[in-house]
């Protein structure tokens, strides 16, 4: 393990607002650097697989211009059975995924890749924790509103489970409680700890 130190360069990947709060509450100085890569599954691509492969892209595209860095990348794949959700963009497409998801059970992939270019050969950290979300099963109308109170369309599953979207899930299980938000922070602690990273 590297020697500990609260003095390393640390970059996001990432230009969601979620991920940016959840790093915050580690009180580390950090920059972010939105990567640009295409998040289209490949075909016959497992949901994991798939967040998996953009977390590491997104880290490792930023990490080609950031020497002496530490590069967060992370992405999230929902999925329910053999359908993959992602992010309804609108309300109409929100209140579907919402209706196809009452009161059934949703694995979240939340992927995580930490990249250290602090070392002569770059090393690359990866890990996926899964979440199971229990949406209660609501009618129509109760979905509608939650949906015009929130407007979480930028986020897979339409539901911020860190807001209102809570009163609209049954059950989370997962090792991880900020994992569902989208940036596991226990998997993530001990990954940048690898790195060298010191928290106190």
């Known amino acids: 393990m590297n ?57 490792q595209q930023v990490a080609k211009n950031a020497a002496n860095a530490i590069i967060i990348g992370s992405d999230q794949v929902a999925t329910m059975g053999q359908i993959q959700i992602g992010k309804p963009g609108n309300h109409d497409n929100a209140l579907r995924q919402l209706q196809m998801m009452r009161g059934q059970k949703v694995i979240f992939h939340s992927a995580l890749c930490v990249v250290d270019n602090c070392v002569p050969e770059p ?56 994992a569902l938000t989208g940036l596991p922070l226990i998997a993530l602690t001990s990954m940048l700890r690898k790195a060298g990273v010191a928290f106190f």
Request: glycine share 4%; net charge negative.
């Open 3 to 59: 020697e500990l130190s609260k003095e390393k360069r640390i970059i996001l990947a990432s230009g969601s607002p979620y991920r940016k709060e959840l790093l915050s509450r580690l009180q580390l100085p950090f920059e972010i650097i939105i990567p640009d890569i295409d998040e289209t599954p490949l075909p016959g691509e497992t949901p994991e697989t798939t967040a998996l492969r953009l977390a590491q892209q997104k880290a």
């Open 123 to 178: 090393a690359i950290q990866l890990a996926n924790i899964q979440t199971v979300v229990t949406f209660r099963n609501l009618p129509d109308a109760e979905l509608d509103a939650y949906l015009r109170i929130e407007q979480p369309y930028d986020c897979a599953g339409s539901a911020k489970n860190e807001g209102l979207g809570i009163a609209i899930i049954e059950q989370i299980d997962s090792s991880d409680p900020t």
